[in-house]
């Protein structure tokens, strides 16, 4: 099948399946079919973006002959890629893309994967050290300690933290924490765990589910109270609310109004955070830059990113542990269609570097709070005990980076009043 068929349609269709299994025109050495794999990923990415859709269809036909789900890390990061820029060239045909029932994991093999993702590689238990650590350094003299969980809802970041407070040097301290979460299986898991904890440790402990998602958090909904040392954290959850901009552009259009005063775009939502003056603010995130408007840099940064990421995976899973390898992936490809294939209010995956997040904190009235010599010797323990090469963290101004080799894949930061 070639670009010049007169019907578009079979064209795309068959671009969306990629091979999973060996083709006569992988004779080629893996380092050169890397390379060609990257320059017709570049090659349909250019196509694509400018509507250029024969072209684009013609470089997925090549490609597919190159990538496979179930090849080295160049493949399969490929095989993901292309499977992107498939949909994104469905798009164009609303009815085509509805009629091939395209879906990606439900919303529980996410949350496997995700739980995969916690177990067999430390960067989260790297983030939850140091978050731990300081926040337990900074509060220690505190006697009713409340803090905000934007979102993450990990039993295996809270349980820690209430049972570093219970040898402080006044004792076990009054603890509140709050969790904001979309989902209320979530927040129920994590009460009845944390609740549990509080009481085996005999913690005075309160726990305040908030089933919203960021974008309808209000400070009543946190129920502060005067006295209570406060604290606020996110991971890998405030990037979302970077597409709050087109979701304001597309309800007002050229015509704003005072209206726009009332939608949580991320300046708004940092000055709200700040207007209550928490002790801390803690930020996890991505250490890449995909809120770029032009699609073909998203691309270029997000094979960068991934390609590090997808290496990791490589480190950590034998062919004995493909499937859960394959969960993995198939979770980081919904990140990857996110950037490739969606625009506006569909585009969520719009993670910034440490750079531009500081300069929107700084903005917001946050001054940044070292984290490096606090916890470098806990940084060094926990590199060493992961017992497998490449992961390190290294200290970029205020901020702590965890890295696979030379390449930061998470930023990790703490901000102040």
Known sequence: MTSSSPSLKPDVTLSLTLASHNSPCQALKPEERGIKLIQLLLACANHASSGNLHRADACLSRISHLASVSG??????????????????????PGLFKALNHSGPTGVERDQARAIFA?????????YAIIIRTLIQAMSNERVIHVVDLGSGDPKLWIPVLRGFVNGPLGPPHMKITCVNSKKEVLEKLGTKLVKEAESLDMPFQYNPVNVSLRELTLDMLKLRSGEALAFTSILNLH??????DRVDAQFGAHKNNAVKDCKKMGEFLAMVRSVSPKLTFLVEQESDHNLNRLVDRFVEGLHYYSAIFDSIDSTF???????????????????????????????VRHERYKRWSVRFSRAGFKPVSLWY?????????????????????????SLMVCWHDRPV????????
């Open 410 to 417: 998470y930023a990790v930061s703490a901000w102040t009043c």
């Open 240 to 245: 979302v609310l970077l597409s709050e901009d």
């Open 318 to 348: 034998e062919k004995s542990s493909s499937e859960e390898r394959f969960a993995l992936e198939e979770m980081f490809g919904k990140e990857i269609e996110n950037i490739v294939a969606c625009e506006g209010l569909e585009r969520e």
């Open 72 to 93: 080295d890390s160049m493949q399969r990061l490929a095989a993901r890629f292309a499977s992107a820029l498939a949909v994104r060239l469905i798009r164009h045909w």
């Open 374 to 398: 606090n916890c470098m010797d806990d940084a060094k323990r926990l590199v060493e005990a992961c017992g497998v090469d490449g992961y390190k963290m290294i200290n970029e101004k205020a």
């Open 119 to 127: 177990r067999a590689f430390p960067y989260l238990g790297f983030t």
